[in-house]
Protein backbone atom coordinates (compact mmCIF):
# COMPACT_ATOMS: atom_id res chain seq x y z
CA UNK A 1 0.00 0.00 0.00
CA UNK A 2 1.69 3.70 -0.79
CA UNK A 3 2.47 6.00 2.09
CA UNK A 4 0.00 8.65 2.92
CA UNK A 5 -0.06 12.01 4.52
CA UNK A 6 -2.87 13.03 7.22
CA UNK A 7 -1.26 16.19 8.30
CA UNK A 8 -2.47 20.30 9.27
CA UNK A 9 -0.44 23.04 10.38
CA UNK A 10 -2.50 26.28 11.68
CA UNK A 11 -1.07 29.82 12.64
CA UNK A 12 -4.57 31.23 14.16
CA UNK A 13 -6.23 33.12 16.92
CA UNK A 14 -8.80 31.37 19.35
CA UNK A 15 -12.72 32.81 18.73
CA UNK A 16 -13.62 31.72 22.46
CA UNK A 17 -12.15 30.12 25.34
CA UNK A 18 -11.61 26.25 24.97
CA UNK A 19 -14.23 24.07 26.47
CA UNK A 20 -12.65 21.36 28.71
CA UNK A 21 -14.21 18.07 29.32
CA UNK A 22 -12.86 14.80 30.52
CA UNK A 23 -13.67 10.99 29.85
CA UNK A 24 -14.82 8.73 31.77
CA UNK A 25 -11.53 7.47 31.95
CA UNK A 26 -10.31 11.02 33.63
CA UNK A 27 -8.93 12.01 30.94
CA UNK A 28 -9.06 15.67 29.96
CA UNK A 29 -9.87 17.03 26.15
CA UNK A 30 -9.79 20.34 25.17
CA UNK A 31 -12.04 21.63 22.06
CA UNK A 32 -11.76 25.03 20.85
CA UNK A 33 -11.41 27.05 17.40
CA UNK A 34 -9.05 28.77 15.83
CA UNK A 35 -9.61 31.41 13.04
CA UNK A 36 -6.98 31.72 10.26
CA UNK A 37 -7.62 34.43 7.61
CA UNK A 38 -6.40 34.66 4.03
CA UNK A 39 -5.83 38.45 2.46
CA UNK A 40 -6.33 37.93 -1.53
CA UNK A 41 -7.01 40.90 -4.03
CA UNK A 42 -10.67 40.89 -5.56
CA UNK A 43 -11.71 41.94 -8.81
CA UNK A 44 -11.59 45.43 -8.32
CA UNK A 45 -8.11 45.31 -6.71
CA UNK A 46 -9.04 46.20 -3.18
CA UNK A 47 -8.03 43.61 -0.53
CA UNK A 48 -10.12 41.56 1.02
CA UNK A 49 -10.13 38.89 3.74
CA UNK A 50 -11.51 35.61 4.05
CA UNK A 51 -11.44 33.93 7.68
CA UNK A 52 -12.19 30.23 8.08
CA UNK A 53 -13.25 28.61 11.08
CA UNK A 54 -11.24 25.18 12.07
CA UNK A 55 -12.28 23.19 14.85
CA UNK A 56 -9.60 21.54 16.73
CA UNK A 57 -9.35 19.02 19.65
CA UNK A 58 -6.38 18.38 22.21
CA UNK A 59 -6.64 15.72 24.59
CA UNK A 60 -4.56 14.26 27.78
CA UNK A 61 -1.51 16.39 29.06
CA UNK A 62 -2.14 19.28 25.89
CA UNK A 63 -5.42 19.10 26.90
CA UNK A 64 -4.35 20.72 30.20
CA UNK A 65 -1.74 23.14 29.20
CA UNK A 66 -5.01 24.51 26.94
CA UNK A 67 -7.00 24.81 30.00
CA UNK A 68 -4.50 26.27 32.19
CA UNK A 69 -2.57 28.69 29.35
CA UNK A 70 -4.95 29.28 26.38
CA UNK A 71 -7.78 32.13 25.99
CA UNK A 72 -9.92 33.24 23.65
CA UNK A 73 -7.79 35.87 21.12
CA UNK A 74 -4.37 34.10 21.63
CA UNK A 75 -2.65 33.26 18.73
CA UNK A 76 -1.72 29.65 18.62
CA UNK A 77 0.75 27.60 15.89
CA UNK A 78 -0.96 23.84 16.07
CA UNK A 79 0.33 20.87 13.95
CA UNK A 80 -2.04 17.69 13.89
CA UNK A 81 -3.96 15.59 11.80
CA UNK A 82 -7.62 15.91 10.45
CA UNK A 83 -10.53 13.24 11.75
CA UNK A 84 -13.92 13.47 11.11
CA UNK A 85 -16.30 12.14 13.41
CA UNK A 86 -20.56 11.54 13.28
CA UNK A 87 -23.48 10.86 15.29
CA UNK A 88 -27.29 10.94 14.93
CA UNK A 89 -28.81 13.73 15.79
CA UNK A 90 -31.19 13.77 18.80
CA UNK A 91 -33.90 15.93 17.97
CA UNK A 92 -34.26 14.93 14.12
CA UNK A 93 -32.51 11.93 13.85
CA UNK A 94 -30.12 13.01 10.81
CA UNK A 95 -26.52 12.01 10.69
CA UNK A 96 -24.49 15.10 12.01
CA UNK A 97 -19.93 15.29 10.42
CA UNK A 98 -17.77 17.01 12.44
CA UNK A 99 -14.37 17.81 10.96
CA UNK A 100 -11.69 18.41 13.56
CA UNK A 101 -7.89 18.83 13.95
CA UNK A 102 -6.84 16.86 16.29
CA UNK A 103 -3.60 18.05 17.86
CA UNK A 104 -0.38 16.27 17.73
CA UNK A 105 2.04 19.96 18.26
CA UNK A 106 1.13 22.90 20.11
CA UNK A 107 2.77 26.54 20.10
CA UNK A 108 1.65 29.37 22.36
CA UNK A 109 2.51 32.40 20.55
CA UNK A 110 2.53 35.40 23.24
CA UNK A 111 2.82 35.44 26.86
CA UNK A 112 -0.14 34.72 29.39
CA UNK A 113 -1.65 37.90 30.37
CA UNK A 114 -2.34 40.02 27.32
CA UNK A 115 -0.50 37.69 24.45
CA UNK A 116 2.70 39.77 24.19
CA UNK A 117 6.16 38.31 25.23
CA UNK A 118 7.67 34.98 24.85
CA UNK A 119 5.55 31.47 24.49
CA UNK A 120 6.29 28.03 24.65
CA UNK A 121 5.68 24.90 22.80
CA UNK A 122 4.07 21.23 23.56
CA UNK A 123 4.23 18.39 21.75
CA UNK A 124 2.05 15.44 22.78
CA UNK A 125 4.80 13.08 21.14
CA UNK A 126 7.68 14.58 23.15
CA UNK A 127 6.04 14.38 26.29
CA UNK A 128 6.66 17.71 28.28
CA UNK A 129 8.79 19.73 26.14
CA UNK A 130 8.53 22.87 26.07
CA UNK A 131 10.37 25.25 24.36
CA UNK A 132 11.13 29.26 22.45
CA UNK A 133 8.99 30.07 19.69
CA UNK A 134 10.27 30.68 16.15
CA UNK A 135 9.89 34.74 15.41
CA UNK A 136 6.71 35.89 13.95
CA UNK A 137 7.64 38.08 10.99
CA UNK A 138 3.87 38.02 9.81
CA UNK A 139 3.01 41.85 10.29
CA UNK A 140 6.15 43.21 8.62
CA UNK A 141 4.08 44.91 5.92
CA UNK A 142 5.41 43.30 2.67
CA UNK A 143 2.63 43.01 0.36
CA UNK A 144 2.60 40.89 -3.47
CA UNK A 145 3.40 44.21 -5.07
CA UNK A 146 6.61 43.96 -3.30
CA UNK A 147 7.34 40.48 -5.06
CA UNK A 148 9.44 40.96 -8.10
CA UNK A 149 7.71 37.62 -10.08
Known sequence: MAKSINKVTLLGNLGK???????????????????????????AGEWQDRTEWHNVVAYARTAEIVRDYVKKGNKLYVEGRLTTRSWDDKDTGKKVYRTEVVVNDLVLIGGRGDGEGGGGSYSGSRQGSYSQPAPDYGDTGITDDDIPF
Open 17 to 43: DPEIKFLPSGQAVANFSIATTDRYKDK
